[in-house]
Every structure is written in C-alpha cells, then in structure tokens.
C-alpha cells in the first residue's frame, strides 16, 4: 500500500491535475518529454511538449510494472527519427513518472510510474511518427525460468545472438559424454559421440 500524509491526502480531494514525465536515452543524448502543452521542470531538467501523441494512463501501485509499455510520437522536424536511425538505442533506460499538482499547479506527488529498457522502435517516415516500446527491468523476475526462448525476446537483450534462429533445425539427439545407441543415423562421430567445438550460447 502507498501511503500519503494528510496534507497531500486533501490537496487530492481537490481536482489534482495529473500529467506524466518521459525520459529516454539514444546513443548517449538523454531526451526529455512531457504529454502536457507546456514546458514541465523537474530536478532543474526541462521536459519538452508537444512530441507525445499518446501514451496510456499508468496506475501507480505498489507491485513494480512488468509490462511493455508503448508511447506514440509526433516529430515533424525529424529529431527523434534521425537520432534512432543514427545512433544505438537498443537496451537504453526509459523512466516514466507521474506527476500530480494541484489547481495552482504547484506539486503535490511524483511516483515513479514506469522504469525499463527500449525494445522495439516503429517508424513511419511519410507521416513524422514513431511508436517507441520499452520493456519493464522487472518482466524477467516473473518468469519461471530466466532463458529466452525466441530470437525477438533474446535480441532485446543480445542483438547480435542468433542461437534461436537455428533452434528449428536442432532435431538431433546429442548424447554427451556415452556413445549414441546402434541405429541413430546421422550425426554419429567416432563411434557415436558428436563433439561440438565451443558449445556457447548466450541464455540469460
């Protein structure tokens, strides 16, 4: 459970405006929004409008985010496009947090809302727009077992592994250490033992 003080508690009752903060890094350029119609300040760092055309409401609670989360964005003068086609931002940190005010727009709360790394970008050069996704740093911790199990979810965190496109293709039975029974067919090598010079693959 969050807990709040009284103070805050009556400054909610009373027509808060809510409005969320977006930070995300591109190579090593760090880029602020907001999804207000202003600029926003916070910790002395200046949070642009205008470039976020829709983002979902976030409920804060005190479970952590697992989700992906998707943000749209509007960049006719072409800087977010041009700073993703020109420069590595796979894996960077994105932080979104929720920021209530009250109605004199002074601030009453700011919860994180969102933390994870970006994962997929979609760009629509005709149109100026981009969809940009981040994945929650904590998705991994509800999984029963850490390995990655396709090449899209691999490469959010290994983009040059390619272990699972050949995954389809592995349909040999491998007999470590004891030679493969009479029969087996292919794949068999001095005397049914297979050896694999340097069997590493990235699993997480």
């Not at 006719?76 to 420069?87: D, K, M, R, T």
């Not at 999984?143 to 272990?163: E, L, M, V």
Request: charged share 25%; with cysteine.
């Amino acid at each position: 459970m969050i807990s709040h003080t009284a103070g805050q508690l009556a400054k909610l009752k009373d027509k808060p405006r809510v409005f969320y903060t977006l930070e995300f890094q591109v190579g090593t350029t760090t880029y602020r929004f907001n999804n207000t119609d202003v600029v926003k300040v916070y910790l002395s760092q200046n949070y642009l409008p205008g470039f976020i055309d829709e983002m979902p409401e976030i409920e804060i609670t005190a479970q952590p985010k697992t989700n992906d989360i998707s943000i749209d964005f509007s960049d006719p003068e072409g800087v977010l496009i041009n700073a993703f086609l020109g420069a590595s931002w796979m894996n960077k940190p994105c932080k979104i947090r929720k920021h209530i005010h009250d109605s004199d727009d002074n601030q009453i709360l700011v919860k994180s809302a969102f933390e994870g790394l970006l994962s997929e970008v979609k760009i629509n050069t005709e149109k100026s727009e981009l969809e940009v996704t981040a994945s929650s740093i904590w998705a991994d911790f509800e999984k029963t077992a850490g390995i990655k199990t396709n090449s899209k979810s691999q490469q959010r965190y290994y983009p040059t592994d390619t272990a699972f496109d050949h995954a389809a293709k592995a349909k040999e039975k491998v007999y470590w250490g004891k030679d493969a029974p009479s029969g087996t067919g292919s794949g068999r090598i001095g005397g049914g033992r297979i050896v694999i010079p340097n069997p590493r693959v990235n699993l997480v």
